[in-house]
């Protein structure tokens, strides 16, 4: 299983990385971590904020893939989830972040692969098995 994570921001939150390669070891998948720069954004600061991504997955024993692109968000996201193949979209959004909410509805109306919203105060999530 492939999971694609676009991250749109300068560093990306601790919680929701923790969350997302949790779930990417739970279920046995690689991590497409995808960073859209801006346009005013360097290179460099796109390796910065995937470095959390890389840092948790090599911890976790989860197998991280990055990609740091620019343009349109949400064309971007559909581009690199349609030439990754992936099998899933994670989606992390901050409360009150309407902008993130738009690009991620415009990017939901354009793809059948299935979408998932983590919201940002999530917590890893490892005593949420049954047998815990």
């Not at 968000?73 to 309407?98: N, T, W």
């Not at 993130?100 to 999530?125: C, R």
Request: net charge neutral; proline share 4%; glycine share 6%.
């Amino acid at each position: 299983m492939k999971i694609l994570v676009p991250i749109a921001c300068s560093m990306p939150d601790q919680r929701t990385t923790a969350y997302v390669v949790n779930m990417g070891k739970r279920l046995n998948a690689e991590l497409v971590v995808l960073r859209v720069l801006a346009m005013d954004e360097t290179e460099e600061a796109g390796k910065q904020s995937l470095r959390l991504f890389m840092e948790n997955g090599k911890e976790e024993k989860v197998s991280v893939n990055t990609i740091s692109r620019r343009g349109d968000i949400a064309a971007v996201i559909i581009e690199v989830a349609e030439k990754e193949s992936v099998d899933l979209i994670i989606f992390g959004v901050s409360h009150g972040e309407i902008v993130a909410g738009w690009l991620n509805a415009k990017a939901i109306e354009k793809t059948d692969i299935p979408i998932v919203m983590i919201p940002k105060w999530v917590t890893a999530g490892e005593k949420s098995s049954p047998n815990k």
